[in-house]
């Protein structure tokens, strides 16, 4: 859940905006900080409002209201129409210059998908000791590039820019420091958008379900080919916290030892609900269009209100009570439907920021991804079986039919025998007592592994309760060096983001550890 | 946020659907309870995915994925759309029989608009007494009807049966109970679904902007057609926990005792950022059209998007965490983006259950209404200066002019001078003051009414220290007939949904305060 700009996004105030155009795909700089200037609508996009009025007529109790955000987001789909017409297909996702592997050997998914070859982006800091010990491995949140920190040749903030450099929470003066940008990602890495060598067309939803452990197996591909055989330590926030237990369960010889800040062993129901309805706003964008929207609008739509859901679980009610209150953008206009408080704004706000500026489908696979993460013992030995069972998939011979069989298997939708209901186990405390022993045996592999786990009272996307809940866990491996630290409401209000602001006491954290 | 199928919905399990027919819509009568069966998409839904995966080809690297969601709802515009053709226009929003109750005198709302008349639509149980004084007012939530109990005239289960009855928590051997439709909504009460008198057009988004405040006025206008002249208890849980409060502040001498379940006193930015997402989902659904839909196919997407973003915040997640966990809803079938977990069905059969139950104008209207509460002093003073100001719109002469004049003034969505930031306190401690010393000041006309406050620690939508403040606001008034109770996690995991289900604490509680 990185976001770049979430340190600057303040209380910015809306404009009676009814165009909007996104900085990035247009090439416009422009500091976030201060609030963008919008053109006016056009008379074509303005007709629906004259329109309006002129069925409501003259005689009616009351005015139609105006509906200026509908009209933004409606000017900005008939911008890029024009603007694909013109120059070309969708905007190309990067954050700059980095660094490229290329696997050229396939690699076998989880759930049985396979990339014939892919790349994973990154860029690095520090200098790589002589016996390359001195590695640590960052993982980032859903939707972060590998641009953690500003460096020559992209002198632009990273995400984590206060907390990677000399003397800094991952000291470049003594470590070197690999962030990649997810497989599944859309700034560099191969995902949905990248071309299926296969038939040179984009993945698109064509592309396969994958899991976070996929996406650090993809890691350790990059690892061997620079020769690291062991992490000093896997280190990550949020999604990146998941992924750094991932690395310790799956390669628990090549991790020394493991930061995890504001994850968890395993998604809950809450965390997945608000993904979902995620996925489900943005997939209902008509331009979504089962994800076959390169080269045409995209759904930018649908991203905005996706993104606006997510800004929701990334903070907290209390630090908005603060900030916010129930302060109305201007109290001197009637109340409109359209963003009105400034909570509303702000959610607005962070919806444009971020429309443009995500590869949708990447979204898509790597929220379910995330749903999908469950270290538990019993989750694991399923996808070592399906792993087992798909491994005739990396055969030579089999690459070339693979497409069709499985597509056709697949499509249908609608089943000859109805659905019939799974036994289910209706004790929740057996249950929960079998979810922990459960929990406890996937966890096994990282009993001697050195490790800080970091969580924040406030959070609301990744509750406490599911970082204590690895450390417990963790101890019950009978590791003794499980370390616990959780900011209570009286140091952080900031929730799920504290990760990305609190340098002090996150950042003190992290340095601590990793130089004890 | 009465929801009457609350009670039935337990771990639904999804079908591999493809077509789904609104049970109200179309008049088939099912059971809740019992997973509905789906009929098979006809070949012209279905021919996306084919086309699709000829676009794919058969070289392709792995499968298009299948999107039957998807598939079911585009299925659903195509059987509204043929049956609009044949048998006229959209659903009438009804639960069946109730009473009415049509002022011909106009109304003056809040925020300047304008009713030349209304009609509130209401139902009542028990025996009005000789001297009119054994009344309980009874509101509702959001998107709930009159129809809080099953009677002769209709015998379905209203929303909150178990609570009201010979003996019950509201008891019929002692109380008349009224409840209404309130002012806004579509099952009978005026809201945005009638026809404006002005032009016998519907009002759609011509219906003027609302507060909790006149849908109790208008509450008000049915108790003097009742010759009510003072009721003996006030009583309502979330929205309505909202208006029982309200009819406190605004008819002090009419309201002999208060019961508030799981409301508060103003709304807080986490509850506005919830229902401001549900909004936008809703109205980015291009069959919504800026509120003229009726006739036409309604915004049925958009509204199960809103309904399962709000039906997140209706529980808690731990009562997720202990009735879904991680389960899928078929394990054997691969990972989807469409509903996969239980949780996800279950959200996804409340959308379905609610997308044409509803209209889709009232509940933008309702839930604006709803954000815009604040009981405090300085809101209800601005309030007061602005009916002030807009008295004339009740002089007759002025009534024919009304429409033109604010319509053009209204719709000018660009101002012609950039929008100038509004001074801002930010001093967090002195405004947390201020807003005590205003919230006061505002619940001061309730200073005498004893008043029964009941809140729920796993609410997440309205959070129990809200509930907390309305009670000590109140002792602060000099109020010394205040009974806060909390129902904690021990006791209710049910979060928002406790007034609902809960009747053996909840409506115990309600019991023993309305007999002490």
Redesign the interface.
Known sequence: MNRQFVKVLS?V????R?GVLCPKLFGVSRSPAS?P?YP??PASVRR??TS??L?????????????????A?ELRTKQIQSRSTLNGPEPSYTTGAHKSFTSKSPILLD??????GFTIAYETWGELNADKSNVILLHTGLSASSHAKSNPDNPRPGWWEKFIGPGLALDTDRFFVICTNVLGGCYGSTGPSSI????G?R?A?????LTMEDMVSAQFRLLDELGVEKLYASVGASMGGMQSLAAGVLFPERVGSIVSISGCA?????S???R??Q???L????NWN???YYGQVPPH??MK?AR??AT?TYRS?PE???R????R???SR??A?C???L??TY?DHAGEKFCLEYDANSL?YIS?AM??F?LGAVNREELRKLRQRNRYKLEPTHV?S???E??????????SQ??T??P?EDT?AS??SA?QTDLVAGLAPMGDIPTLVLGVTSD?LF?SWQQREVAETLKKTGNKKVTYVELGEDVSLFGHDSFLLDVQNIGGSVKRFLYG
């Not at 395993?266 to 809450?270: D, F, G, M, V």
């Not at 916010?324 to 302060?327: L, P």
Request: aromatic share 10%.
């Open positions: 209380h105030r809306p404009q009676h009814s609030p200037t006016s609508a629906f409002t309006s009025l069925r409501s007529g003259s005689a009616a109790s009351n005015p139609q209201m105006a509906f200026p955000c509908l009209d987001v759930y049985g998908g396979i990339l014939q299926d060598p296969a038939d067309e993945y939803t064509r592309f396969p379900i395993r998604s809950h129901p809450y997945i609900a608000m979902y309805t996925r489900q706003v997939m209902a964008d008509p089962r994800g076959f739509i649908g209100l606006q859901i929701i009610g908005w009570e603060q916010f209150g129930r302060q953008a201007d109290p009637p109340p439907l963003p009105d408080f909570i509303e959610l898509l379910k749903d999908l469950d070339q693979t497409g069709v499985e597509a056709n298997q697949c499509s249908l939708s609608l089943p109805p659905y209901e799974q289910r929740p249950k929960l979810n609301i509750p």
